[in-house]
C-alpha cells in the first residue's frame, strides 16, 4: 500500500460503452480515454485506491440505459475484483450512493477525478463533492464534452464546452490541472 497516511482515490465515472454511441459523437480531447487508462496503469502499480462511478440510467431511450446493451464500463478501465463500482442513477456520483461514505471510510479529503463528460456528471459530481468538503483534483486532459445546442439553435463546439466548463470549475470548485501535474501536486510521483 501507499505510505501516504490518506489514500488518495483516483475516480473514474460514467467510461461506459454508452460514450461511443452517435448522441456522443464530436468529443473534444480525443486522447481522454489513453490519459485515463495511464492514470489508472500507476494507481494499480502503487496500489493506490481506485474507485469505478457506473450510470445506470432508468429511461430506455438513454445510451446508459441500465439494461441497454452499452450500459458496460469500457474494457480499457475495466475494474479489477479489488476495485469498488459504485452504481449511480442521477448526474452526480454523490446523490443515491455510498461515494460519500466510502470517501469518508477510506479518510480521504481529496480525490483524483477523471470521466465523461465535463460539463454533465463531471461538473455535477464536482460541485456536490465541493460542498461535501472534498478538494478535488481535475486532470482537464482525462475528461472530455460534446457539442451543445441552446433551446435557441445557438451550438457550442466540444471545444468551447470543454474549456469553459473547466474554466468555471477551475475557478471555484475543483484544482483544474494536466494528468501529469495531477501526479506530481500529488506527491506521488510518476
Not at 468529443?27 to 480515454?33: A, E, F, I, T, V
Not at 464500463?73 to 475484483?81: G, T
Not at 454523490?94 to 463528460?117: C, E, H, N, P, S
Not at 472530455?144 to 471545444?159: F, K, Q
Request: proline share 7%; with cysteine.
Amino acid at each position: 500500500m501507499s505510505d501516504q497516511p490518506n489514500p488518495i482515490p483516483l475516480i473514474i465515472l460514467d467510461v461506459q460503452d454508452a460514450i461511443d454511441q452517435p448522441k456522443w459523437n464530436n468529443k473534444s480531447n480525443p486522447g481522454y480515454l489513453e490519459t485515463i487508462q495511464r492514470l489508472l496503469q500507476l494507481w494499480r502499480s502503487n496500489h493506490w485506491p481506485v474507485l469505478h462511478v457506473k450510470h445506470d440510467e432508468p429511461t430506455p431511450t438513454s445510451t446508459y440505459h441500465t439494461h441497454g446493451p452499452w450500459n458496460g464500463i469500457k474494457q480499457e478501465v475495466a475494474p479489477l475484483d479489488s476495485e469498488p463500482v459504485i452504481t449511480k442513477q442521477q448526474n452526480c456520483a454523490f446523490i443515491g450512493t455510498d461515494l460519500d461514505a466510502m470517501l469518508k471510510q477510506m479518510q480521504v479529503t481529496r480525490f483524483v477525478l477523471t470521466g465523461v463528460v465535463i460539463h454533465n456528471s463531471m461538473d455535477a459530481t464536482v460541485r456536490v463533492g465541493k460542498a461535501l468538503g472534498y478538494n478535488i483534483i481535475l486532470p482537464s486532459d482525462a475528461t472530455t464534452a460534446v457539442p451543445i445546442t441552446a433551446a435557441d439553435g445557438t451550438v457550442w463546439d466540444a471545444e468551447t464546452v470543454h474549456d469553459l466548463t473547466l474554466a468555471i470549475l477551475g475557478s471555484e470548485y475543483a484544482e483544474v490541472v494536466l494528468a501529469r501535474d495531477a501526479v506530481e501536486a500529488l506527491g506521488l510521483g510518476g
